[in-house]
């Protein structure tokens, strides 16, 4: 069994940063990848981006690349999000969750663990 645990969502202002957190306790494996998604009100759950635990690969959403960055702590069993040049578009809940690497990343049924999410909302 694994939890995963998000923190760190919260308010901010158009152009700002915030810095998400997501903490798995339990049995993680190195062959694991830690993704990224959000949804926003009234629409389809979206991929944000992933991690390997092993190696710290990182694969990010074409739209998002450049302002989005992922990466880890293999000590901590945390990873990151960290968000730059945030836009009201980017309001959404964000949850990380958990697959084996070799795993399609796009397929929510690919996912083990899901954790319970944090909001981001960006004001205007």
């Known amino acids: 069994q694994v939890q995963l645990k998000e923190s760190g969502g919260g308010l901010v202002q158009t152009g700002g940063s915030l810095r998400l957190s997501c903490a798995a306790s339990g049995s993680t494996f190195s062959n694991d990848a830690m993704a990224w998604f959000r949804q926003a009100p009234g629409k389809e759950r979206e991929f944000v981006g992933d991690?390997?635990?092993?190696?710290?690969?990182?694969y990010y959403a074409d739209s998002l690349k450049g302002r989005f960055t992922i990466s880890r702590d293999n000590a901590k069993n945390t990873v990151y999000l960290q968000m730059n040049n945030l836009t009201p578009e980017d309001t959404a809940v964000y949850y990380c969750a958990t697959r084996k690497y070799y795993s399609g990343r796009y397929i929510s049924g690919n996912y083990q663990y899901w954790g319970q999410g944090t909001q981001v909302t960006v004001s205007s």
């Open positions: 991690i390997t635990w092993s190696r710290g690969s990182t």
